[in-house]
């Protein structure tokens, strides 16, 4: 029997794991990058981020690099996962789903 929270999506709101940053940190970040003059080091200990993630937000034009070499990388084929790896992950992501059913955080 298929979880009833499984066709519920969560991404792109506050349970979205994958979101590090709100869109008012990042731009907070900028801030304090170019008024304050704080490295890119202590901003990612601030924050409690990589320093790369920091870079990204800081300078789009090397995010958007990365995203398209990235894009070429896969293409490639690497980064693929084993059909039991990606089992376990999507597992796992619906098990959380579930979790926030119960507790009543999404509906």
Same mark, same amino acid.
């Given at each position: 029997?298929?979880?009833? #929270?499984?066709?519920? @999506?969560?991404?792109? %709101?506050? =349970?979205?794991?994958?979101?590090? &940053? %709100?869109?008012?940190?990042?731009? =907070?970040? +900028?801030?304090?990058?170019?008024? *304050?003059?704080? #490295?890119? #080091?202590?901003?990612?200990?601030?924050?409690?981020? #990589?320093?790369?993630?920091? *870079?990204?937000?800081?300078?789009?034009?090397?995010?958007?690099?990365?995203?398209?070499?990235?894009?070429? @990388?896969? /293409?490639?084929? @690497?980064?693929?996962? %084993?059909? /039991?790896?990606?089992? /376990?992950?999507?597992?796992?992501?619906?098990?959380? +789903?579930?979790? &926030?059913?119960?507790?009543?955080?999404? +509906?």
């Amino acid at each position: 029997m298929p979880y009833k #929270s499984e066709k519920i @999506r969560i991404a792109g %709101t506050q =349970y979205d794991r994958r979101i590090k &940053l %709100t869109p008012d940190q990042k731009e =907070y970040i +900028k801030w304090l990058r170019e008024k *304050q003059l704080i #490295s890119y #080091s202590k901003l990612a200990k601030i924050f409690g981020v #990589s320093k790369r993630l920091i *870079q990204f937000i800081c300078c789009p034009d090397k995010y958007l690099r990365n995203k398209e070499s990235l894009k070429q @990388r896969k /293409a490639e084929g @690497r980064y693929k996962p %084993t059909k /039991a790896e990606w089992a /376990a992950t999507i597992r796992e992501h619906r098990r959380y +789903k579930e979790q &926030l059913k119960k507790k009543g955080d999404i +509906k």
